[in-house]
């Protein structure tokens, strides 16, 4: 995790993917979207890296790998 990754919620995901809440849910299962972050007993967010990595190449996204498909 980056030192200035930070949790972000639903809203600004939804925000920044163009996505809908149901479509982020169902990649999520599918395990082509990041998992949540459980942040409280009813909150959960997702790491901004995650997010931006996502964004930045949805269709290489791989669950923890930080790195997509480059190999390095």
Request: glycine share 10%; aromatic share 6%; net charge positive.
């Amino acid at each position: 995790m980056l030192a200035s990754d930070r949790i972000v919620r639903l809203k600004t995901v939804l925000a920044r993917t163009g996505l809908s809440r149901s479509t982020i849910y169902r990649k999520i299962a599918e395990g082509t979207f990041p998992p949540q972050i459980k942040i409280s007993v009813n909150g959960a967010g997702w790491k901004e890296s995650d997010i931006n990595r996502w964004v930045a190449n949805p269709v290489a996204w791989r669950p923890g790998s930080g790195r997509d498909l480059d190999g390095v």
